[in-house]
């Protein structure tokens, strides 16, 4: 069967989507991976994608990157760059004590209705009295006379995947005599990539610093021009998922990197490495440095029109193969939901000022709602007043407590997840943390109310651990939150691993991320969220793969209170606020929600965390509507996190919340709903027209979820693209009620399935694939 793009009609959709569902949209069998020599030019060849090399006594030549006869890169591109420096005096730079540190004071604050840290004191980077003298800045193309031709060496480290080795030596006379450069390539069959990263090993007696560190210092062709972003990039960190494509949107290129937060940078061109701002690392004599990896994705296919809005080869690889990519080779965590989804958090209406009364409250209350999940959120721990809730413990306050144990005991024994929060800020007076290491703190000092920030860049990370593990086995808690800023001040504290501050950010951040790898050993079944705040700042980055490749979920910026009422205060009868005005901002905080998981499509969304849908009910402003809005829009992933002050839900809410929240635990058990997310040629997110998604697994069974903003005709034709041309599939509304009977996937494809919904309205509608005996 063979697709004619000139042709627009219903038969042609049909027949190009057949093509794909026999083919996969990016092609994987556009050829095998692997890695040939004819001299000294290396291919690596992965489907479609080829990366060529040229060895050469001067260095590593980039020849090109294509997509089967099409060259994807500029002239000039290099395989890498980086600076290095000789220390002066030659020995290891020394850390700093609380006499020469200056403190930094953190005080949290709201503006622009989100949480914000207002910050007193220096900012930067402290001098230490070492001096970095230049020694050399390389690219790959062109490194003699500092090191020798290369070497290079191929095998296969695991089952259907190929690694490329390629070393250099430095020269004896060259001025980075004993240093050696390790390039590593890797494909894995089956799909269109190439991962890649350096390591860097000082086999001198010098001090050495290196920076400027670009992994694939490339350009990508202007045939390129087309620049989608598949995470965000805000708040000082650069998107960690950025597609790359052709005008006509047929072809392109996926650039993704693993580096964390807001040490990673991506170019105009493609070109990936660490920020120049926030990156460098110091080589003693012995050590080593081995960058994060980055890959490119290459994908192809038709643009194919349909009845609401093209299907692009971009979003078909994204929503399918290029999932698959990034948890079986990169190495992101399969998110499991459904032991704690949905999940209420105490924050919102409670603030830190909760207390053993409260939360036996809500204990009680939220499994009238279906709830499986109940979070403590800040405040819950020991400390010297009841304002200070940042300056942390691992022990309950005994003034808001006098059975905390019991208490988690009864959420426990109503079958709920059990979530507490932990954050990096230490109470010097009270916690056990400074008997263990009395200098385990941040310099310079970092204070937030009566407590230190503690440092990832020393051995308490692994003492932070731990505590989570003994939380886990005293109280029976199997998720944490992990909050507030620490890790983007630096730390060059004398004893600790950093040899620089600004070092330290590294290393800060891959100490959080070993931390959630130890917690992982020990106790596979807990789930572990980082929060934007631990991550970098308070507004902070977006969700990126590194940190889905060890923490569990992420909780992306900007906290969102809307429709909460006074968001630190608990819901009283008489509160001043007008029904219909909260309505409206529940409603947009709807609409928040669905723009903010939609901007991180590139990865798993069922492990984003967008804060938060609000269980509050102020004479009448959460309405069943409203309620049922909340529950499909933070649908494109999983419905979490809910917050608000549950007391104030009325019979009629509680039932609306149970019956929906039984609905889809019944589609996830079926389906397994939560783990997909279609959005290929349907509308994008709008809050003025009509909006759809699929969450169909891989038999074309699941749900799609339908909603309708403010406008928009009242009866639409829904598209389902994600089904077999071939297959028979019975389709029924769960909130109407009603059975639509069975539709041949082609009829689905080709939208002849209508629906009618009022203004700010919404549909769960099960699509489940027929057999020759009913129902599959």
């Not at 430095?170 to 890797?186: A, D, I, K, N, Q």
């Not at 979003?315 to 399918?320: H, I």
């Not at 609905?663 to 349907?682: A, M, R, T």
């Not at 034709?717 to 297959?727: C, D, S, T």
Request: glycine share 8%; hydrophobic share 35%; net charge neutral.
């Amino acid at each position: 069967m063979r697709f004619n793009p000139r042709r627009n009609t219903q038969s042609s959709v049909f027949a190009s989507l057949f093509v794909l569902c026999l083919l996969g949209t990016c092609a994987s069998t556009l050829g095998q991976s692997d890695v040939r020599v004819r001299e000294d030019t290396i291919y690596i060849q992965s489907a479609g994608l080829r990366r060529v090399l040229v060895l050469h006594p001067q260095g590593l030549e980039l020849a090109g990157v294509y997509w089967k006869d099409t060259r994807w890169s500029e002239p000039g591109s290099q395989e890498f760059s980086l600076s290095f420096y000789a220390a002066q005096p030659n020995a290891e730079p020394q850390g700093i004590d609380e006499q020469t540190a200056q403190a930094i004071t953190q005080q949290a604050a709201e503006r622009n209705r989100t949480d914000v840290l207002d910050i007193q004191g220096r900012v930067g980077f402290q001098a230490q009295g070492t001096d970095w003298l230049p020694l050399a800045k390389i690219s790959s193309g062109q490194w003699s006379p500092a090191f020798a031709k290369a070497t290079y060496t191929i095998h296969t480290p695991r089952p259907e995947t190929t690694q490329l080795i390629v070393r250099a030596q430095s020269t004896e006379e060259g001025p980075l005599s004993g240093v050696t450069l390790e390039l590593f390539y890797e494909v894995s069959q089956g799909y269109p990539a190439l991962r890649k990263w350096i390591r860097v090993y000082n086999g001198s007696q010098r001090w050495l610093k290196i920076d400027q560190l670009r992994l694939d210092d490339l350009a990508l062709s202007n045939s390129l021009s087309r620049l989608t972003e598949l995470t965000p990039s805000e708040r000082g960190a650069v998107s960690s998922l950025r597609s790359y494509e052709r005008a006509d949107q047929t072809q392109g290129v996926i650039v993704g990197s693993e580096i964390p937060s807001a040490l990673r940078t991506t170019t105009a061109r493609g070109g990936q490495g660490y920020t120049e701002e926030f990156f460098e690392w110091v080589l003693g004599p012995t050590e080593s440095f081995t960058s994060e990896p980055v890959f490119l994705y290459g994908y192809q296919g038709p643009v194919i029109p349909t009845v609401s809005r093209p299907s692009t080869p971009l979003d078909r690889t994204v929503e399918k193969a290029f999932q698959q990519y990034l948890h079986g080779v990169v190495g992101v965590r399969r998110p499991q939901v459904e032991d704690h989804v949905p999940l209420w958090c105490s924050w919102s209406n409670f603030g830190p000022l909760i207390s053993e009364a409260a939360l036996r409250e809500m204990a009680q209350a939220l499994p009238r709602s279906g709830f499986k999940g109940l979070l403590v959120d800040a405040g819950w721990s020991q400390s010297d007043t009841a304002t200070h809730w940042a300056a942390t413990t691992t022990q309950a306050d005994p003034g808001k407590f006098s059975d905390f144990a019991g208490m988690c005991q009864q959420i426990v024994s109503q079958g709920m997840t059990l979530g507490l929060w932990v954050s990096t800020y230490k109470d010097p007076n009270l916690a056990k943390d400074f008997m263990l290491f009395p200098r385990g703190y941040i310099l310079p000092q970092v204070k937030r109310e009566n407590g230190l920030a503690m440092s990832f860049t020393s051995r308490w990370r692994y003492h932070y651990a731990q505590d989570m593990l003994y939380l886990h086995d005293r109280y029976g808690v199997n998720y944490f939150k992990q909050d507030l800023t620490n890790i983007r001040f630096g730390d060059i504290a004398r004893g600790h691993e950093s040899r620089s501050q600004k070092e330290s950010l590294l290393r800060g951040l891959r100490g959080l991320l070993e931390a959630q790898d130890q917690v992982h050993a020990s106790a596979p079944g807990v789930k572990l969220e980082l929060t934007h705040e631990i991550y970098w700042g308070t507004p902070g980055v977006p969700c990126d793969l590194a940190a889905l490749k060890h923490g569990d979920f992420y909780h992306i910026p900007p906290n969102d209170y809307s429709g909460v009422g006074h968001w630190k205060r608990r819901y009283t009868p008489n509160w001043p606020y007008r029904p219909d005005s909260l309505q409206n901002k529940l409603l947009e905080g709807c609409w928040n929600a669905r723009q903010r998981l939609y901007a991180h499509r590139g990865l798993p969304l069922a492990a984003i965390e967008y804060y938060g849908a609000a269980t509050v009910n102020v004479r009448g402003s959460l309405t069943p509507q409203v309620q049922r809005r909340q529950v499909c829009s933070w649908l494109l992933g999983a419905p979490s996190v809910f917050a608000g002050d549950v007391a104030s839900l009325t019979p009629e809410n509680e039932q609306v919340y149970r019956e929906t929240f039984s609905l889809l635990g019944k589609l996830q058990q079926q389906y397994g709903i939560y783990g997909y997310f279609q959005f290929s040629g349907v509308p994008e997110p709008t809050d003025t027209d009509w909006h759809w998604w699929g969450k169909l697994n891989e038999q074309g069974s699941g749900v799609v979820v339908v909603v309708r903003g403010s406008g928009g005709e009242t009866r639409r034709k829904i598209n389902v693209p994600w089904v077999e041309p071939e297959g028979r599939y019975r389709v029924r509304s769960h909130f109407k009620s009603r059975e639509w009977g069975t539709y041949r996937g082609k009829d689905l494809i080709e939208g002849k399935l209508e629906l009618a919904l009022e203004t700010m309205d919404q549909e769960i509608l099960e699509i489940s694939r027929m057999t020759a005996r009913g129902r599959k």
